[in-house]
Structures are given as C-alpha cells and as structure tokens.
C-alpha cells in the first residue's frame, strides 16, 4: 500500500482526497473489468485502496496495528459472487466513500471548527464516488426554508442563523450563502461566524453583528422592520 505524506492544511487535504477519489471512481468505472477480475472471493480479505497518486489498488489491509491512516472496507472480494455485479459496485462505491471521508477528517483533526466545515463544503460540492458509479445527478440543496419559504421571509430569518430584513440570504443558494458568510466577522467584536450563533445584519452599512453583542435577541428581530447598528444609528441621530 502506498504510503503519502500528511497533508496539513485544508487545500491540501482536498487535493489529498480528491486524488484518491479520482482513483476509486476509475477503479469502478473505467477500470471496472480489471478491478472485479482481482476480487477473487478465494483470496483473503481484500481492499479497495485509492491512492493520492490517483490510482488504485486491490490489496490485503495493513498489517500494523493500529495502521497509519484508517481502513477500507475489509473482505470486499468474498460478496462479489453473491451479489448482482452491479449491486456489488454500488455497496464498494458507498464504502468507498465512507473511507475517503475518514481519511480526510483523520487528516483534519487539527483543524479549527471553521476549517473543517470549509473542507466538508469543498468535498460536498463533487459528487460521491456512489453517485458517479451509479450514475445519479447530485442534487443541489437549497437553503433548509420549507415550501412556503416567500410567506415565511417576512420573518427576516435564514436557516442558518443570520437575520436580515430583505430576502437577499433566504434566496440565494446554498453554495453563495457559504461564500458569503464563510469568512464574516462580527462588525463590534470582530468575531468570526458561526452557524449555531445568532446573528443580525445592519441595512444601512450591511455589516453583520452577533444579537449578544448589539442586545438583540431572536425574538427582538422578528418586530424590526429596518435595523440599524449601533454606529449607524448614532450617524444618524448627528445629521
């Protein structure tokens, strides 16, 4: 089995699963012949490895205890018989999947929380090895807003957390609502943000601000029809 260097920051860690990813989905698709012919059900335990040279390997899983980086799934050959083949290559595609994840939050561990849910957004935006296998369209999610999301934008609320009195965050997709407030600090602690806080936008200046910070709670914001920060109210109040 091939053995990589520890990649340390989150680029480096996508490319690192990217790689192995572009690995298992050829083991699966383009080199599916010579991968089904080496899971001979007779050989021991065997695995699917993907590499972060891009390419694959059919091998017996490491024998250090524990092993360096986390394992595939084990004995994939001893089900290939039994299975219809086509089965067989969407259960290998799903554990496949699963074991990239691991490898790459194994390398994530040192992460802080905002860097792990940037790396988790870049894999979520390529289609899982189970869907290029099974050849099914990944499906872009939307913001979590239910059906009768343009009645319920009047509540100035966005699945994630952040408030706004237009419905500017609550239309835009998911993948520009990440870019938009991936890197968004609070306008009066500069802190950076975090999905499980609340938060609140000025619409004079649109900057965005902690409610702990500004004295605004969930509730509060629900009755304001324009807010305006603190240092903008005080612009104002001077003109």
């Given at each position: ?70 394992e595939p799934a084990l ?165």
């Amino acid at each position: 089995m091939e053995m990589a260097s520890n990649p340390r920051t989150v680029e480096d860690i996508f490319k690192d699963y990217s790689s192995r990813r572009a690995g298992l989905v050829r083991a699966l698709t383009s080199d599916v012949d010579e991968f089904y012919s080496l899971c001979d059900p007779d050989k021991e335990n065997l695995c699917l490895y993907g590499h972060s040279s891009e390419k694959w390997e059919v091998s017996l899983p490491a024998e250090e205890v524990p092993p360096e980086l986390p394992e595939p799934a084990l004995g994939i050959n001893f089900a290939r018989d039994g299975m219809n083949r086509k089965d067989w290559l969407s259960l290998v595609a799903v554990h496949s999947d699963s074991w990239l994840l691991s490898v790459a939050f194994y390398f994530g561990a040192r992460l802080n929380r905002n860097e792990r849910k940037r790396l988790f957004s870049m894999i979520n935006d390529l289609p899982t090895v189970f869907e290029v296998v099974t050849e099914r369209k990944p499906v872009k999610d939307k913001p979590s807003v239910d059906s009768g999301s343009k009645s319920r934008s009047s509540t100035k609320r966005s699945s994630d957390g952040l408030v706004k009195s237009n419905h500017k965050v609550l239309d835009e997709s998911y993948e520009e609502e990440e870019d938009e407030h991936g890197e968004t600090l609070c306008g009066s602690c500069a802190g950076n943000y975090s999905a499980d806080e609340f938060w609140i936008g000025c619409d004079i200046c649109e900057r965005w601000f902690h409610g702990k910070c500004v004295k605004i709670t969930p509730a509060k914001a629900e009755s304001i029809k324009q807010y305006k920060c603190p240092s903008c109210s005080l612009k104002r109040g001077r003109q």
